[in-house]
C-alpha cells in the first residue's frame, strides 16, 4: 500500500517553473532511475559510492550534481511516453492512470517518478491507495527498441538492462506494490508497436536460489549502506 502522505505535490511538468521545482526537490536523493548504482553484483563499489557522494554534494551546494543534457533520444522518449501509456491504458481497460508524480519515502533519502500508477483501491482508513506501478521507455534506435521488444520476463529485462529492471524493482518498493508493468513502446513501427513485462514480488521472490539474497533484500541492504555512507559523509564535511 501506498501512503497518500509520500505523493508529493512535484511531477512533472512542462511549466519550466514547476519542472524547476521538480527537479530540485529531487537533490540529494537516491532515485529509482538512479538506483542501479548501488546494486552492483558484488557490493557499492567505487561507482556506488560516487553516486553517494554526487547525492552529498547536491545537498551541501543546492545545485544539481550534473547538467541536464537534451538529445534527440531524450526528446523523442519525453515526447511518446504519455502517448505510450495511453495506448497501454487502452489495452488494459484502465479508465485512468495517476501520472508522473514524485513519490518520497519515509526514510528522507529516497524517492522516485514512476510514469504511472494503476490505482486499485483504497485502504478502509482513507491514508493509503494500492497500487501497481508503471515504467515506460520509448527508445528512438530500432535496435534499441527491438532489444527490449524481446525481453518477455524480469529476468530477461535484468539480463538486458540491470537500470531499468532495478528501476522497476525500486519503484514497487517505494509505493509498496505488489505488481509492476515495464513497458517498451515505439510509435512508428507499423505492428509490434508495445511490448509489457509483468513484474510480481513475490514470483520474483520466489525465484530466488538457495542461499542467495532476493533483490529486493539486497536493494534494502544497500538503501541502508548508502544512508550511512550519506549521513557520515554530510556529518565530516559539516564539522571541517
Known sequence: MLLKSKISQHSLSLDPLLNEKYKAAKYGLFTSSEFHFLCAEKGLGAVGRNYIYRKVGEVMTGMPCRPDISTIATEHGLNYEREGL??????????????????????????????????????????????????????????????????????????????????VLHQMELCGALDGWFIVYHPFFKSGQMNIIPFNKVQITKNVKIGEKSDFKIMAERKAEAIQIFNDTINELSND
Open 86 to 167: 495511453t495506448v497501454f491504458g487502452e489495452k488494459m481497460g484502465l479508465s485512468q492512470l495517476l501520472v508522473q508524480r514524485l513519490i518520497l519515502d519515509g526514510d528522507g533519502r529516497t524517492g522516485g517518478t514512476p510514469d504511472g500508477l494503476i490505482v486499485l483501491g483504497e485502504s478502509i482508513d482513507g491514508l493509503s491507495l494500492n497500487v501497481q506501478t508503471c515504467e515506460i521507455k520509448c527508445p528512438i534506435s530500432f535496435d534499441g527498441y527491438i532489444r527490449l521488444f524481446k525481453c518477455k520476463t524480469p529476468d530477461d529485462l535484468k539480463a538486458e538492462s540491470r537500470p531499468y529492471y532495478f528501476q
